[in-house]
């Protein structure tokens, strides 16, 4: 594990909505046809303008929301999948870097180590994690960096799990790959490709071969299952010949470290929405996030869904039920607002989703610096993590 110093610059909080009105409504309705209702119990951020590893970034990067590419550090950011340690503080997942194979080739991919404070509002850097490494040549291709170590270039991380022998698996949208790294981040095997799939972004795509997933659309979310036997990777977009609305999470067992076809199909609320995470509750449930690309005022389906893969209703999909409409949580406590209000989680992209009891959800969102302005207009959003309590257990 690398430890760099980390250079936090103090941003504005911003605590107001600042959004348009939702499409969905301010509650959710369960399957059984019973309210429920979901309640903002506590948030916490991190300024946007946090540096790590005196590294320059952005060097290809577009300039955006008055910061000026290139930086003289990484910029630590990108939340894209966060696990919850025992000592109350996060492991967070920063994505390819700046949106894009062609522009994120100097930007370092990471694993962060975060500390939020509840009380203060205010979240801060521990150390930086561990950076994700190939010394030993395990990974098929040519790498960005003489060094070896992994770039936004290389593989586009979108989430992650630790698997019970400590060994870190994360899904990756270029391939789409499984890529198993070490507890510090060394990978140890080849990367493991999603049989029949493959995205315009893959190496090892032999030529005049006919992709048939679209760029930035392969392992978005992924579950670890409830005994810690198989990985849950889910593609973010349809496969060619599938419904445009139609995702497929497939099942990859652990210890054969093989993929085992089809686990389930999910089917979006609308054609053009993607999904930003997906955990495992039990051995048949799960929750999700799913969103449009809106921001802010543009913003219009930001919503975590309980998914259940028995079918019960035997259509051919997951059975879904809407837990959280996020851009309208009731703040009864005046956690981030008024007393009474209706807290908004109007981002772009909200990437990542955590299970901390049975009836808390850890959401955080993944703030494209300096890209996406979804809090205020024109300035850079932080990363925020946010606790939303549910009325209802979700072992019920």
Partial sequence: MRSRSVVAVTAVMTLGCGVGAAVLGPSATGADGSLQQAELVARTVLPADTFGEALPSGALASSANGRTTPFAAQPVQGFSGVLPQQDGTYWVLSDNGFGTKANSADFILRVQHVKPDYVTGKATVVDLGIDLEDPDRKVPFPLTRADRRLT???????????AP???LWFGDEFGPWLIHTDANGKVLEAPFHVPGVASPSDPTLPAGATPNLANSKGFEGMALSDDGKELYPMLEGPVTGDSPQDLRVYKFNLRHERFQGIAFRYRLESTGNAIGDLTAIDDHRYVVIERDNGEGATARFKAVFLVDDRDKDKDGYADKTLLVNLLAVPDPNGVAGAKGSFFSFPFQTIEGIAVLDDHTLLIENDNNYPGSAGR????????EFIKVRLDRALTD
């Fill in 152 to 162: 936004g270039a290389d593989f586009d991380i979108e989430s992650f799990r630790q």
């Fill in 165 to 167: 022998d400590g060994t």
């Fill in 376 to 383: 205020t207009p024109g300035s850079p959003d932080d990363n």
